[in-house]
DNA sequence: GTGTAATAAAGAACCGGTTCCGTAGTCACA
DNA sequence: TGTGACTACGGAACCGGTTCTTTATTACAC
């Protein structure tokens, strides 16, 4: 319940009402020793005033505080989202201060040096990739940092087993027997894990087949034209994406030339419902990977490890009408 | 920059460094009068240590903090997303805590207590529905308040026009001449803004034509079960649901069916044009709504106007190939 | 009955800022 | 030369907690 009183009621107040110094009642609070009288008394004045400590005072003295900034590349994704429900359920004391970056390195440099300035506890950093200067920045930081997303050397990270990933769908690509494949992949400066890692076993398995690779982005529309254009010059009957997204504008290139092939995707099982027909998809767990990140943040952060962290996160491939 | 440094250094240390007191320090930081000659002194030794105030003390002290509290329904959501990129780009000085209730009034509740109890500055609601129990609390708290979502009497509020939006859908109906509609609604209990207010001008439009209404809810597995019910044994030329991811699932249940009738839906932009065929849909500026809702925040929060704020958002049909 | 230890509580210092108050110095004007 | 206004700045108090030190009280053992 909240206090409907216009004005704050302090410590001072409680040991004014109780009649007991404030250093009394903040013993009552943390678990010191007060006698079961006055411990009784302190308990219904509380009760009655809802008291509740000013965050700002106690983070000011204790030289700490439970505010983690999360920095996500993008909300408007169930990757995303799914981590952050992660972070949210093994939760008890943290708070997490969520940053959008917009997918835009500037912004991400701002937000973490804005994170500081607000004095945060530690940093989580969800990311699609590094620059120089942020990679700078976070060395120098002297808070507890864990990042997901890239396999960066020298941080601790939550990273997805992307090379196991391509080798799955190359496994299963074989299965299909395709006589000519479209490749739909990234730029590797842009995302590393997502434009090389999960494309080596694919291309292992593409070996003796025709296939043809476009580098396209993280956009529907980007995929949608760039594909339109392979398609219109040649036939496929296996489109593979870098991104469940990335597909879902080669499927619609593909209908509006009347071409019906095969499509597989990565990623976020959101797309994958969605869309008809439904998406077949290497799909990780982010909600799971979300609670492994913040067992990891809570370790970096309370046992100081020594050697830098790595926790690696697989996933599994499902099949659905898209591949049919 | 950041200080490589892991001891924070304080208005203590610059005032020692410089040779001056605190107090000169802090009025060098809230532009009171300090000489020149002291000025660039200070500006050198803030520079070289990468000095930041502890925004914990400045809270502390101010009686006042830039922390807003926001809490939305959902993240994987385009609409809250927008909403939450325009409070972004408008914003100065703030801080958003974002927090997200997962669709769950008692974690709403229990979202709005927590930030109390983290002394936020003020909270902005996104929310589907008002228990009366979170009414109480809001009526009860000292902080700035505004919602979004509901148009509740007595709240500072930004809604969006819904009655005018099924008025236009009402319209635009007519001239496609259905034979026989299914209507997918919710529940005026989970949501009186869209089950109701937009399906007034809708069932105008639809006096003289057959037509069947069916309650489903918000997700996409229950709106595709209930519609695919519906669709086996009636035949339907025109589906309008509440939301588009209520008619995605629709569509998802006719083309089971062999079915192709046409499709309306109300809101994100995004399942739109994800989806094929493309959605005709009625959309809403949430970009925009979330400019406005942080204008009348800080209003609220700034001139604490005396009688209740009320904006209104509307938006505007969107024809694509789902109604062709 | 006295010495000692344990317990309960008070009091003061401190965290890192902001702000109020007082004062010294400068300048202008009568 | 004396008065008033203004600027620059130092010192102290304060925000609301936590924690260390000190003191008072009680209990227990010898």
Redesign the interface.
């Given at each position: 319940?909240?206090?409907?009183?216009?004005k704050?009621v302090t410590i001072n107040d409680i040991a004014t009402i109780a009649n007991v110094a404030k250093s009394t009642v903040s013993r009552y609070l943390n678990g010191g020793s007060v006698s079961e009288h006055t411990r009784l008394k302190i308990d219904r004045i509380v009760a009655q005033y809802n008291y509740?400590p000013?965050?700002?005072?106690q983070?000011?003295k204790q030289q700490k505080?439970h505010t983690i900034g999360v920095i996500v590349p993008?909300?408007?994704?169930?990757a995303?989202?799914?981590m952050?429900?992660g972070l949210?359920d093994l939760n008890k004391d943290d708070?997490f201060?969520?940053v959008?970056a917009?997918q835009d390195a500037k912004r991400e440099l701002a937000a973490?040096?804005k994170l500081?300035?607000?004095?945060v506890g530690g940093i989580i950093l969800l990311t699609a990739n590094l620059t120089d200067e942020i990679r700078d920045?976070l060395k120098?930081?002297?808070l507890p940092i864990v990042i997901q997303g890239q396999d960066e050397p020298n941080f601790h990270r939550v990273i997805m087993d992307d090379l196991a990933a391509g080798k799955a769908v190359g496994q299963y690509i074989q299965t299909l027997a395709p006589k000519n494949v479209l490749l739909l992949n990234v730029d590797t400066k842009i995302d590393q894990a997502v434009g090389h890692d999960r494309f080596v076993g694919i291309k292992a398995a593409l070996a003796k087949t025709p296939h043809q690779e476009i580098i396209t982005d993280f956009k529907?529309d980007t995929a949608k034209a760039d594909s339109y254009q392979a398609m219109q010059t040649d036939d496929f009957d296996l489109v593979i994406g870098a991104t469940d997204r990335i597909v879902?504008g080669a499927?619609?290139s593909a209908?509006a030339l009347k071409q019906h092939p095969k499509f597989i995707g990565f990623g976020q099982s959101?797309?994958s419902?969605?869309?008809?027909p439904n998406l077949t998809s290497f799909e990780f767990n982010f909600y799971e990977t979300g609670k492994q990140l913040y067992r990891l943040f809570l370790k970096v952060r309370d046992d100081k490890p020594v050697d830098v962290q790595r926790v690696i996160m697989n996933g599994h491939l499902v099949v659905r009408e898209s591949t049919e």
């Open positions: 319940m909240i206090n409907s009183m216009n704050k509740t000013n965050t700002f005072a983070s000011l505080n993008r909300l408007d994704s169930i995303q989202s799914d952050l429900r949210d708070t201060l969520i959008n917009y973490i040096e500081h300035s607000q004095n920045v120098a930081s002297p529907l879902v499927m619609q209908f959101f797309f419902e969605t869309v008809s």
